[in-house]
């Protein structure tokens, strides 16, 4: 089986050099004459299609057109690929089922530049080399439907099987790199993700699916949508449960631990109706980490974790004329967390809680100046109040309210075929915390859809969070109200080409630097960890990513990043950066369905070494493979199946590890030695399988 992932990227790298060395393709004759129907329309995004019926190659193109072109997370409105003022890359929904990925955590490990660490107490995304350790992805942005997923306490956003929305709801996923705070202001530190859900296509339909797996994990999701267009209804719930292997780690047991252990459950309403729109997301977690961190007692159930959160938008969308159109929306995004820890020796269980609530307001406008959007204007205002709230064991509650208020605007314009601009810039007012000014500019040259150049600037920037200013615990933690915000600047140069139909490539380099990082240290007055601005990093380097798809079926896409990540201390003085690979790259290859029946999937992840603190992370090389059989019965259409395989090798990655699981050395007779561990070992081999039925 190991040789299954190379042969797969092998054939469809030939695949791939004579699509770019073929002459392009004639146009498909009318009504299809004289073309070969010879895809089924349940291989084109989105999934599933209920019906047998044939697609042309000319409709293959316009559905990865639709699915793997537009953008609209970037700047709240839809852009093609093109016309962004970023490097994006879009994960289909028929990229998504192909390759059985289960989370958005297995879709965004694939993706160039992209890699996910799994410590174990959580799945944390970095870019382009900028990974902090312990972080749980509070500088990228996660959105569902424009709507902001990271909580209003931590500002903490899941990815894995923490995730607030499961892959049946998901049509596509975008990745945008670098900056957005010109249009969304913190958090969009080193990049969003947009998860864009599937929409009902005016046919009343139902889903249920099962998936269970090896290590074990188990799951399970169910979903309805009625109606189509401007007037539908949509629900679903998602439900994760966690039981992770039993591992031996030395430096805190020689015996084996378990209880590596957790659940989620995820249930969201959308709907629109003539304008107007909302949604309502419930999300219930449990995690068990048996591994000791922050200072617990190793063993099941000794540290465990829970979290509820709520996030609901409603709003209104109108055209107000032919050239200016209006959105109002108003959100909520609330969220609680409880941790309930041994402590080391036993003596006695801690508590900590964190609440916080955001409530907000929006409205923007797009004002279309020039016909044939030769320039136009987009502007909005947001105002918003976080009420948060800190506890733990033995101490006063430490409770904050700050209110933000924003405008924000952004012009872009096309006075050639060939050359467009655009400029933005969006001022942050915070009662309590900093405010800020965030522009960014990006002049785009292309020749008639087929190849082009970007040259981008952005800034961003991102506040402490009310855990990082405020929280204190009396014992090991002590509050800094005065942290700084964190900002980093951003500048790229990105070519693209579509040499022919079902072809893209792109090339970026980039350079990013980031000052005053939010990062734990020691109090000089108290002796106590608290969080607080430091140094500065940077990294530069360049990207490629490329994707192929035929009309028979084909698909397959490729990516890596080098980038050079460097760091200094308050001093100027060199410092390694931890967790910051030089090296990262996928690729992946997918069939036609073989006799009709599945598409064979497989793909390749490499992670570079990295620093883990005190010693070297090796490379990480991970193989993943899947079958997915879109109609198993074929007297019974709507019954679908996939098995897969993670870590096809079995070689665990070597996770470097924070400062959260470090704790007392027991073996020296100093009481303020401390035994550092610097990694954690990843998940091994595991096989699943997913059954579902639509109709």
Do not use: C
């Not at 990262?584 to 598409?599: D, M, Q, V």
Request: zero cysteines; a neutral charge; aromatic letters at 6%.
């Amino acid at each position: 089986m190991r040789w299954l992932g190379p042969a797969l990227l092998a054939v469809l790298g030939a695949r791939l050099a004579a699509a770019a060395a073929a002459p392009p393709p004639r146009p498909p004759a009318p009504d299809g004459a004289g073309e070969a129907p010879v895809v089924d329309v349940a291989d084109l995004p989105p999934l599933p299609i209920g019906s047998d019926q044939a697609a042309s190659a000319a409709t293959v193109r316009a559905a990865e057109e639709v699915s793997e072109e537009v953008v609209r997370g970037a700047a709240k409105r839809d852009q093609t690929l093109g016309n962004v003022a970023s490097a994006v890359t879009v994960i289909s929904g028929d990229r998504l089922r192909r390759f059985g990925y289960r989370t958005m955590a297995e879709a965004l490990r694939a993706v160039a530049g992209v890699y996910v660490s799994d410590d174990r107490l959580g799945e944390r995304v970095g870019i382009r080399g900028f990974q902090s350790l312990g972080d749980f992805n509070t500088r990228v942005l996660i959105l569902i439907d424009g709507v902001t997923i990271n909580e209003a306490w931590a500002a903490f956003a899941g990815v894995g099987a923490d995730v607030a929305i499961g892959v049946d709801e998901i049509e596509r996923i975008e990745v945008i790199r670098g900056p957005v705070s010109s249009v969304y202001g913190t958090n969009a530190f080193f990049g969003i993700v947009n998860v864009v859900t599937r929409s009902a296509d005016g046919a009343p339909r139902a889903w249920a699916r099962l998936g269970a797996g090896s290590l074990p994990r188990e799951s399970v999701a169910a979903g309805l949508a009625l109606g189509g267009g401007d007037r539908q209804l949509r629900a679903a719930v998602t439900g994760l449960v966690r039981q992770g292997e039993e591992l031996t780690l030395p430096a805190l047991s020689d015996q084996p631990l378990r209880g590596d252990d957790g659940a989620t459950v995820a249930a969201s309403v959308v709907g629109s109706y003539d304008g107007a729109f909302g949604q309502a997301r419930i999300v219930r977690r449990q995690r068990a980490v048996p591994f000791a961190p922050y200072g617990a007692e190793p063993g099941p159930r000794n540290y465990v974790v829970d979290e509820n959160q709520v996030v609901a938008e409603a709003g209104y969308t109108r055209a107000l004329g032919a050239r200016v159109s209006a959105t109002g929306r108003l959100y909520v995004n609330a969220y609680r967390f409880a941790d309930d820890y041994l402590a080391a020796g036993g003596a006695e269980r801690i508590q900590t809680n964190g609440d916080g609530t955001a409530l907000g307001a929006e409205l923007r406008g797009r004002f279309v100046l020039l016909d044939r959007d030769r320039l136009g204007l987009t502007a909005g205002t947001e105002l918003s109040t976080v009420d948060t709230e800190s506890r733990a064991t033995g101490t006063a509650a430490i409770g904050k309210t700050y209110g933000l208020q924003a405008l924000y605007a952004e012009v872009d314009g096309a006075p050639t075929r060939w050359l467009s601009m655009t400029a933005g810039v969006r001022a942050d007012r915070n009662s309590v915390l900093t405010n800020r000014v965030s522009p960014r500019a990006a002049l785009l040259l292309s020749r008639r859809d087929r190849a082009g150049l970007k040259l981008l600037y952005a800034e961003g920037f991102r506040n402490a969070s009310a855990y990082e200013s405020f929280f204190e615990d009396g014992v090991d933690f002590v509050a800094n109200p005065d942290i700084g915000p964190e900002v980093i600047r951003s500048v790229e140069a990105v070519a693209w080409a579509r040499p022919r139909a079902g072809v893209s490539t792109r090339l970026s380099l980039f350079q990013w630097r980031a000052t005053d990082l939010i990062k734990q240290r020691i109090d000089p007055a108290s002796g106590l960890l608290q969080f607080g601005n430091s140094g500065a990093q940077r990294s530069r380097g360049v990207e490629v990513e490329a994707s192929y798809r035929d009309a028979r079926g084909w698909y397959g896409f490729a990516g890596a990043a080098l980038a050079e990540v460097t760091g200094v201390d308050d001093a100027g003085v060199a410092v390694d950066v931890a967790n910051a690979p030089t090296l990262t790259a996928s690729g992946g290859a997918s069939t036609p369905r073989l006799g009709g029946w599945g598409h064979l999937s497989a793909e390749v992840v490499v992670v570079g070494p990295r620093a883990a603190r005190t010693r070297t992370s090796a490379t990480f090389v991970g193989v993943d493979a899947a079958l997915y059989v879109p109609n198993l019965l074929r007297a019974a259409r709507g019954v679908d199946l996939t098995l897969g395989v993670r870590n096809l090798v079995g070689r665990r990655e070597d996770v470097p590890a924070p400062e959260d699981f470090d704790r007392p050395d027991l073996t020296t007779p100093e009481p303020d030695d401390v035994a550092v561990i610097a990694t954690v070992p990843g998940e091994g081999r595991e096989l699943f399988v997913r059954v579902g039925y639509a109709y």
